[in-house]
């Protein structure tokens, strides 16, 4: 085969593999975030997430990637600041401009919080799980309509669980 035909077949392949979104894809993304503790003097706590996720080459419809996210969440004594790193598939339709996704993420977690005059300040291993809706508004921006989590920060005599729900933007490149 001629050089020059083995050119036009690897950039045939790869516009082949660009139309048919079998390639790497990138994002990051920043959202407000509600928690939910169930410990302390607050029930709401408010702050925000920002991260970066990564799909490796996708199978049709379905992306298999991992996600890195920081989230911070503070209410004056009370508060939830995360370090989180770990798997993520989500599910890319053909032609419907949604992106479901699930996440088990794991990390290092530092909560604060009174109750009853009492407060407790711990950096323990931190778990959530979570599921989400991305919505594609123009190429490359998303809109992430609803993220919500349920987690556990151990190591605390208390048992903490925090729960949280999300809404952001993300950006894909």
Same mark, same amino acid.
């Given at each position: ?9 690897? =950039? ?13 894809? !990138?994002?990051? &993304? ?6 939910? +503790? ?17 799909? #490796?080459? @996708?199978? @049709? ?6 996600? *890195? ?10 508060? =939830?600041?995360?370090? +989180?790193?770990? @798997? ?10 949604? %992106? ?24 323990? #291993?931190?778990?959530?799980? =979570?599921?989400? +809706?991305?919505?594609?508004? +123009?190429?490359? #921006? ?7 989590? &349920? ?12 729960? !949280? *729900?999300? !809404?952001?933007?993300?950006? %894909?490149?």
């Amino acid at each position: 085969m001629k050089v020059s035909a083995r050119i036009f077949v690897v =950039l045939a392949g790869l516009c082949l593999a660009a139309s048919t979104g079998v390639v790497a894809q !990138t994002a990051i &993304y920043g959202t407000f975030t509600a928690g939910n +503790l169930s410990v302390g003097d607050k029930d709401w706590i408010y702050g925000g997430q920002v991260g970066l996720y990564h799909d #490796f080459r @996708p199978i @049709p419809v379905v992306h298999i990637g991992f996600d *890195a996210r920081a989230q911070m969440l503070d209410q004056g004594d009370t508060k =939830l600041i995360s370090g +989180l790193v770990g @798997p993520r598939v989500a599910i890319k339709p053909w032609g419907i401009p949604i %992106r479901p996704y699930v996440e088990g993420l794991f990390g290092v977690g530092h909560i604060e919080y009174t109750a009853q005059q009492e407060e407790t300040s711990a950096t323990e #291993f931190e778990y959530l799980f =979570l599921g989400g +809706l991305d919505l594609t508004i +123009l190429p490359h #921006f998303d809109w992430r309509v609803a993220e919500f989590s &349920y987690g556990g920060v151990s190591g605390l005599s208390d048992s903490i669980h925090p729960k !949280t *729900a999300s !809404t952001g933007v993300v950006i %894909r490149f």
